[in-house]
């Protein structure tokens, strides 16, 4: 759905992935670590009223990151497996974006390494979508 409405900017995510993939990753390893802070927080401060409106606010913030993060992370690795079966013509964004969803998926239930890559999947999706604004721009954290 998200790589149907916001193409252009699925397509940039996924691109900034293949170029600065560890930058990323450590980006959204900070990211879930602040976040995670936050909601601690929150929970503190649903006692004072004012915990209550934040905590919900969190939790929206942290679903859109998860579902643009997830998409872009999607599309780049479906297009990577579509690339190494050797198909010479991509698919249209969703269909490559919805591969790349079940190839994930799949991997995500392998019993050891399943965690550890369905965690390595949301770091990235967080670092990808903070470090190029929902793809919409290079990057927040560059040096001009």
């Known amino acids: ?3 149907g409405l916001f193409p252009r900017q699925v397509y940039f995510a996924a691109g900034k992935i293949r170029t600065d993939f560890w930058p990323i990753l450590s980006t959204g390893f900070l990211a879930i670590i602040i976040y995670l802070g936050l909601i601690m927080l929150s929970a503190l401060l649903i006692f004072v009223i004012i915990g209550i409106p934040l905590l919900i606010l969190l939790m929206m913030g942290g679903i ?3 579902i643009f993060g997830g998409t872009a992370f999607s ?3 479906g297009e990577s497996f579509l690339r190494a079966l050797g198909v010479k013509k991509m698919p249209p964004i969703i269909w490559t974006a919805a591969i790349g969803l079940v190839v994930v998926a799949f991997l995500g239930l392998i019993p050891v390494a399943g965690p550890l890559f369905s965690l390595v999947v949301s770091l990235v999706g ?3 979508a903070l ?3 929902f793809g919409t721009l290079d990057n927040w954290f560059s040096r001009n």
Request: aromatic residues 40%.
């Open 1 to 3: 759905f998200v790589a």
């Open 64 to 66: 859109v990151f998860k």
């Open 75 to 77: 599309y780049f690795f």
């Open 126 to 128: 967080w670092g990808v």
């Open 131 to 133: 470090r190029t604004r």
